[in-house]
């Protein structure tokens, strides 16, 4: 029985190809786990999987019911539910090693008349001593445990390259909750452990940086808020710590990667802003469930429409090529894609629209009842294209060009107070949301207006209810730069500030031109990660938990070249372009996009891995800038982050914050 023996994962598989996070995620799922749980001498090897209410959601980030099949599992279940005996099947236990989940486990398996024939036992993290001498102890057990042994295996893989750890409410219990020392520690743990277990799965060793609280002088407080990066990367670093000893345990010694440990202060307008992309305008204005989304399709036997829910994944080319895209960018490709299907098809020609327009959800359900040899190439794009006209109707119908737009000039700082007060008086019927969403950067971006009663006379004028305006003074809970959030004796200097001030909080990037109108924003993360590579970023403001090797920082460009080179018998396949760079003249409406697949075989070589984790929430544009510098910089950048929010989520945790603010004063330290 290993308790800590792990599998090489590292980002080169068997065929060659570069495999992303989720990709080695899935593949130590299924194989490592699944498939070694095989009897060699028995005819049949379908077993049950038992897992817990965290593990369940771990494995369907990541691998789907069809795999879980294939490699012999006939039954899933939950460990804390009564289940029937199946004395005939051994059973796969992926747990997490708690108290509870052992006792669960001793209780089927141990006695005279266990549930299952025999027990493979994987557990998600590291199991407590006592936990190992509590399994020890019962004898009819170790003839019936063929398999014991840490997965180190309990993040949430949501996306190829991010993961979360799933502590949705890491922003009320580390920012706004009283009992913040207890309840607070208790996350950070989890959080911890649940961020070590990534560099365990993928066999990474990172450099820790963090961002470090502002210095503790007369004119600024420091409260408990500024050291959660702080305390956060220690506790990951004491954790990694812990693997680096393991004797049985394949971990690096030396660096291997980086990690950057930041918190939402870092850019509070990113989970509020309206983001233009795809992806994000999907799951911003589409009340989606996760990556469900509910559309009508022509029914089979010519009926009414059905409605039928898909899910927006990565295992569809046309939302692979488009997520990332502009809206208008996706609507133009989507229009493109299907004309150029139409033109191709003398037979679709004839059951679309008349006259040459634009093609209705209605032509498209008569090509599918016409075309059953074409139904799926049809339903992928009308899907698409049913979505597109959705989110563009909301656009027109709310007035949100013109709102994203004033969003968009307060953070560059080419609009302000001014320009608020005659947008609400000009606009009193625009939609609360796009309101509250305006005012919340606008006291991001004017952090003294907490200290007047300016931003309470715009919350009346704009007609927000009380709720709501929590969520405005909520906002300077997140204020992080060392010079906005000030204590009552630098705050008392405001006022005699005769210069006007420019409060935007990002600066138009060189050499970057905006193709597409309101995509102009971008997230903070962007400038971080890219002086992270570079080495630029101030090691007063993001300190490191570790001495890195000699090698690591300070080499020649051809000595890096040499260091991240793969080995030839890890070649990678030649690159292809990345899915926002591919020429817009694809063949048809489908068939050409299904080459898009993993961006596992991109590049011919990747440099070191660099992750960026956020506490309190990540969002789909940090994530989209993830993907970006990852074909920019040829380095894999995987994000990390409590939870992954749309800015409704965001909004309503923002509205529980509590006004109870502790400062360091307030501890005995």
Known sequence: MSMSDCSDTSSQGGGGDYRYLRQITRDRLLYEMLRSAKRPDSKSNWKVLIMDKVTVKIMSCSCKMADI????????????????????????????????NVVMLLSDMAGRTPLYRDAYVFFSSSVPKELVNYIKKE??????????????????????????????????????????????????????????????????????????????????????????????????????????????????????????????????????????????MCHDLLNMDGNKYVHEVASKTGGLPEKKEVLLEDHDPVWLELRHSHIADASERLHDKMTSFVSKNKAAQMHGSRGGGELSTRDLQKMVQALPQYSEQIDKLSLHVDIAARINKIIRESGLKEAGQLEQDLVFGDAGTKEVINFLRTKPDAPRENKLRLLMIYAATH???????????????????????????????????????????GAFSLKFDV???????????????????????YPMIEELVEKLIK???????????????????????????????????????????????????????????????????????????????????????????????????????????????????????????????????????
């Not at 294939?70 to 051994?90: A, C, H, W, Y």
Request: with cysteine; net charge neutral; aromatic share 8%.
């Open 69 to 100: 099949t294939d490699e012999g599992v006939s039954l899933v279940e939950d460990i804390n539910k009564r289940r029937q005996p199946l004395p005939t099947m051994d059973a796969v236990y992926y747990i997490q090693p708690t108290k509870e």
């Open 499 to 521: 210069h006007k001030k420019k409060h935007g909080l990002r600066k138009d990037r060189a050499g970057e031109e905006s193709t597409w109108q309101l995509s102009r924003f």
């Open 139 to 280: 004898q009819s057990l170790k003839s019936r445990l063929r398999a014991m042994k840490e997965m180190n295996l309990e993040y949430f893989a949501v996306d190829s390259q991010c993961f979360i750890t799933d502590n949705t409410m890491a922003l009320e219990e580390l920012y706004g909750n009283e009992e913040m020392s207890r309840k607070g520690d208790e996350c950070l743990n989890v959080m911890a452990n649940r961020i070590a277990t990534v560099f365990a799965s993928l066999l990474e060793f990172p450099y820790v940086r963090y961002r470090a609280a502002k210095s503790l002088d007369p004119t600024t407080m420091t409260t408990i808020r500024d050291l959660i990066p702080t305390k956060l990367a220690a506790a990951v670093w004491n954790c990694l710590m812990k693997y680096k000893a393991l004797k049985n345990f394949n971990f690096p010694q030396t660096e291997t990667c980086e990690l950057l440990i930041l918190d939402r202060s870092i850019d509070p307008i990113a989970p509020i802003i309206h983001e233009w992309t795809y992806d994000a």
């Open 447 to 489: 952090p003294e207006k907490f200290e007047s009663d300016k931003l309470a006379k715009l919350m009346e004028l704009a007609r927000l209810p009380h709720d709501d305006m929590n969520a405005v003074y909520n906002m300077r809970f997140l204020e992080g730069s060392a010079d906005a959030k000030k204590s009552s004796i």
């Open 535 to 669: 080495n630029e970023l101030p090691k007063n403001d993001y300190p490191c938990m570790n001495d890195p090797s000699p090698t690591f920082h300070g080499r020649s460009q051809s000595e890096s070249a040499k260091m991240v080179e793969p080995p030839p018998a890890h070649s990678m396949r030649s690159r292809r372009p990345a899915t926002w760079a591919r020429p817009r003249d694809s063949e048809d409406g489908y068939s050409s996009d299904s080459i898009l697949r993993h961006a596992s075989s991109d590049f011919k070589k990747m440099g070191r891995r660099v992750f960026v984790f956020i506490v309190g929430g990540a969002t789909r544009s940090e994530l989209r800038v993830c993907h970006k510098l990852t074909t920019k910089l040829k380095r894999e950048v995987v994000l990390g982050s409590t939870c992954l929010d749309d800015p409704p989520q965001f909004i309503t945790k923002l509205k529980l914050l509590t006004a109870n603010e502790l400062s360091l004063d307030d501890l005995e330290i």
